[in-house]
């Protein structure tokens, strides 16, 4: 499916680009759809930051994310790696004590904090000290209105000053005089659309994987199974570890050690994230049907001619036609994924043992007969076993498509 983003550049007083603010769209028109806050956001960090990544989008820049009061209080943020981005507080958020200890939090995690559309009130004098942007909106708070504020704000060394919305040479000249930081507006750029490829997935799945999650004692073999049966999840959980959210610590060789790898409370937070982001159920694509038996029938062969590597075998099944479902090339998408070397060399066409396990169902799939009595001699498996197999992993497929 396609998805949509607007990115309007920052400048600073050299007019050079320093960073790009992030704005959700839903279609190729250019404006803010009809959709809450907290469901926006949700979108823009699960089509973009666990699609290609925001660095993607940027060219490398800062990114200046959106974050209302939904966002803040579903900790939205934790999503988004803090190196990458600035968290743009939305004037929605009030500035009380609740809002304060969040945003707190964020800071310590590193976290820059940005005020945006501000207008000045003795509340937010306690957050000055957290944040290290604040925007003015000059079409709200004109900039010949502003002057003392600037000057009480300027006294915060720290903390840079940006006027946005500006539209002509004169708006540009005179906040440049007033000694703003960076500029963003009209003037120099309408927000422009970027287009990308992403995966649709099965909702029924999020629901089934909340509904686990959610109890006492979750099994995570379970949700490792639910996850299994939908390539797009699994990919925006693997993209997830592999984001820069935090740090790696060893090559993920299943989608059973991603989930203990991120831990309850973040796979809590992760599932969240998806409900908040879609909240209307949606039928899988027929591709998706297609990655799950072909990532089955991949691991029923590895369990007869390399067993240790079965788990391997399924995510190279269920990850080999990603760069159809994306119109990406699979040497950009595997890149962005926590795989052993030899996952990835085998989606890379690279010769080894997942890569002739995955020509063997490659050439059963299109009934190619004597390709595919070539490719089981490479893993010294009988022919004679595949149709079995096969139908094990149609039925697994079917079957746990149903419960979903």
């Known amino acids: ?53 925001t660095r993607h989008i940027t060219s490398g820049k800062k990114a200046l994310i959106n974050i209302g009061p939904e966002s803040l209080e579903l900790d939205l943020c934790a999503f988004l790696p803090c190196q990458d981005v600035v968290i743009e507080l939305l004037e929605t958020i009030e500035p009380n004590d609740e809002n304060y200890e969040m945003c707190r939090d964020l800071f310590h995690r590193n ?181 799950v038996v072909r990532a089955r029938f991949c691991e029923l062969i590895a369990k007869k001619v390399a067993k240790q590597q079965s788990g391997e075998a399924f995510l190279t099944g269920l990850f080999s036609l990603l760069d159809a479902i994306l119109d990406q090339p699979m040497s950009l998408l595997v890149e962005k994924l926590p795989f052993p070397d030899e996952i990835k060399a085998a989606l890379l066409n690279e010769k080894n043992t997942l890569y002739y396990i995955l020509n063997v169902v490659k050439a059963y799939e299109t009934g190619s007969w004597w390709a595919l009595e070539q490719a089981v001699i490479l893993i010294n498996l009988d022919s004679k076993v595949l149709p079995n197999l096969y139908q094990q992993a149609v039925d697994w497929a079917d079957n746990y498509k149903n419960k979903s």
């Open 1 to 53: 499916m396609s998805v949509f983003v607007a990115r309007q550049a920052i400048f600073n007083r050299r007019q050079n680009v320093v960073a790009y603010e992030l704005l959700f769209r839903d279609s190729p028109k250019n404006y803010f759809p009809d959709i809450c806050e907290g469901e926006a956001t949700a979108r823009l960090i699960m089509e973009n930051q666990l699609n290609l990544g």
């Open 111 to 291: 976290y820059k904090l940005a005020l945006d559309d501000f207008v000045y009130k003795p509340q937010w004098d306690r957050f000055l000290k957290l944040v290290k942007l604040i925007k003015f909106d000059i079409s709200i708070t004109p900039l010949s209105e502003i002057t003392p504020v600037i000057k009480k704000l300027q006294k915060h060394k720290k903390i840079k000053l940006l006027a946005e919305k500006l539209e002509t040479q004169e708006d540009f000249e005179l906040a440049h005089k007033m000694g703003f930081d960076y500029f963003q507006g009209y003037f120099f750029a309408k927000p422009t659309m970027v287009k990308q490829n992403d995966i649709d997935y099965n909702y029924a799945l999020v629901v089934a994987i909340y509904a686990e999650i959610m109890k006492p004692s979750p099994d995570i073999k379970a949700i490792a199974g639910l996850f299994e049966l939908d390539a797009a999840l699994a990919y925006k959980l693997l993209r997830l570890i592999n984001s820069g959210v935090f740090p790696i610590q060893s090559k993920i060789s299943s989608l059973k050690q991603a989930l203990v790898y991120l831990g309850h409370e973040r796979l809590k937070k992760f599932v969240s994230l998806i409900v908040t982001a879609h909240t209307a159920g949606k039928k899988p694509a027929e591709l998706m049907q297609v990655c």
